[in-house]
């Protein structure tokens, strides 16, 4: 049976691959690599013990991690969207005008298809204010006019 050991090892490795797919940025492509290439060695060796298996797969994983974390800091990712998945950045300097009044330094504006928090001067609704910061999920705003546009005149029939 010990020599049937590297499935085990090309199985662990099919694991990691999957663990790496479902949760990215995790590194276990690296231990599923160094699985792969243990299982290979033991196609070709199997007898290599159980205690020099486990030391060879460790070794394989970190000299694969510490490789891919040199690489990166010298070749870093570069993206055509830095701000994709900070969401509120992208709203920096950028004007809006407030659905609800900011009452108590909270108040709510409509962007695209969403709502958003603000916090800012207390001020009435129709109000422009610009972005100038982000604190947690809510957008840090200011003033630029303090006179909301006027509203159409409301006509009133009386009986």
């Known amino acids: 049976m010990a020599s049937s050991i590297h499935w085990y090892w090309w199985i662990f490795a099919l694991f990691l691959v999957v663990l790496e797919l479902f949760i990215p940025g995790t590194f276990f492509l690296w231990s599923a690599v160094a699985a792969g290439v243990l299982g290979f060695l033991l196609y070709m060796m199997p007898t290599i013990g159980i205690e020099l298996q486990i030391f060879l797969f460790s070794v394989i994983s970190i000299i694969g991690l510490v490789l891919t974390r040199i690489y990166l800091k010298r070749y870093p990712i570069q993206s055509d969207k830095p701000l994709l998945n900070q969401r509120g950045s992208e709203y920096l300097g950028r004007t809006f005008t407030l659905n609800e009044p900011i009452v108590d330094n909270s108040g709510r504006i409509h962007i695209d298809d969403s709502f958003w928090r603000v916090e800012g001067t207390d001020c009435?609704?129709?109000?422009?204010?610009?972005?100038?910061?982000?604190n947690g999920i809510r957008l840090q705003v200011q003033i630029i006019d303090s006179?909301?546009?006027?509203?159409?005149?409301?006509?009133s029939t009386e009986s």
Do not use: N, Q
């Open 124 to 134: 009435p609704e129709g109000t422009r204010i610009r972005v100038i910061g982000i």
């Open 147 to 155: 006179d909301p546009p006027p509203t159409a005149p409301t006509s």
